[in-house]
């Protein structure tokens, strides 16, 4: 009777243990590529200091966009950040593409790109400014157009700071060029003063800095075509700001050699024009680009995904085997359920 007690109690016990001493392990939550299924394309992006984040893209309705998110994944559209009347014109009829998020010195600065189609000596870059995210901006007019700086096609900008001075990147497939800024940010130190960094295969150039290397991301390719669209993401690294940038075999960026980070996969073409990189609460990293959905035969326009970074013997991967992920676990943001 002892036996047959004992082992009819044995489960009882075990379950116990299991719901009282073990504790379940955490469901873990994912999400699904892209995190905004909109027309988004050149996204940029920044944890703002109220602990949200904010994207920005290429022009929409007339205006920069930006869109807010608690956790990285689920996005709402705000609106444009320039009031009424105070939209920048400095390129007659140009568009406002490719913008840069940054928070310097007390302030949000965003740098952008205006031109249009085929004017590669008028484009431009510019910049304003706000006290919150989601503005309003104000305009403070360009740094610099093509013609002035003497680098045709100036566009994709992005901001560099360290040792609080500051540096601009930009160029679209005639050399990617750097520069340093004012100490406000707000205009080019000397004009004469640039360094070419990259070659001629390059646009959409963004600079981090990790374990004493500065990486180059930057897009190749046709951006623009749908389905027919050949961008990519490459990366190449540096010991110095102002390079040389070299590919894992140590051939430089400024003879176009990369290391391939993005490719095509069966349901995404042309991913590419890189955000910053933005490290969770977990320490992970991650980064957002556009790309075009096989499902809708490009007709959605460039959409904004979001892909972590793993670094692996000191260089970046993105996606799954290098090509844009469809589901992943969501970041780790603190005070998320």
């Not at 009777?1 to 955490?26: F, V, W």
């Not at 609080?164 to 100490?183: M, N, P, Q």
């Not at 963004?206 to 180059?216: A, E, S, V």
Request: glycine share 12%; proline share 5%; aromatic share 12%.
């Amino acid at each position: 009777m002892k036996k047959l007690i004992l082992l009819l109690t044995l489960p009882c016990a075990l379950l116990a243990c299991q719901s009282n001493g073990d504790k379940e392990a955490p469901i873990l939550k994912t999400y699904t590529n892209p995190v905004l299924n909109r027309d988004a394309p050149d996204p940029t992006v920044i944890r703002a200091e109220n602990g949200k984040f904010y994207v920005y893209s290429t022009e929409r309705d007339g205006n920069t966009p930006v869109y807010e998110s608690s956790d990285m994944v689920t996005w709402e559209y705000l609106g444009g950040i320039y009031p009424e009347g105070g939209r920048p014109n400095f390129v007659q009829g140009g568009g406002l593409w490719a913008p840069d998020i940054n928070y310097v010195d007390g302030k949000y600065i965003l740098y952008y790109s205006m031109s249009v189609w085929g004017g590669e000596w008028d484009c431009g870059i510019g910049c304003a400014t706000s006290d919150s995210p989601t503005g309003p901006f104000t305009d403070h007019g360009k740094l610099f157009i093509s013609k002035e700086i003497g680098v045709q096609n100036s566009i994709d900008p992005v901001l560099f700071v360290e040792d609080g001075r500051k540096y601009l990147a930009w160029g679209s497939f005639h050399g990617i060029y750097i520069t340093e800024l004012s100490e406000d940010g707000l205009s080019v130190a000397d004009p004469k003063d640039l360094v070419q960094i990259a070659g001629t295969a390059y646009e959409g150039a963004y600079i981090h800095k990790r374990d004493g290397y500065y990486y180059l991301f930057a897009s190749v390719g046709a951006c623009c075509n749908g389905l027919n669209s050949t961008y990519k993401t490459v990366v190449g690294r540096s010991k110095s700001l102002f390079g040389p940038y070299v590919d894992k075999n140590g051939k430089q960026m400024l003879s176009n050699n990369h290391l391939v980070l993005l490719d095509n996969s069966s349901t995404v073409v042309g991913p590419g024009h890189d955000s910053q990189i933005i490290t969770d609460d977990a320490g992970q990293d991650w980064i957002f680009y556009h790309g075009y959905t096989t499902s809708d035969g490009g007709s959605g326009g460039r959409k904004l995904f979001l892909d972590k970074v793993i670094w692996v013997d000191g260089w970046p991967k993105i996606g799954t085997n290098g090509k844009p992920s469809g589901k992943m676990q969501m970041p780790t943001i603190n005070g998320m359920e």
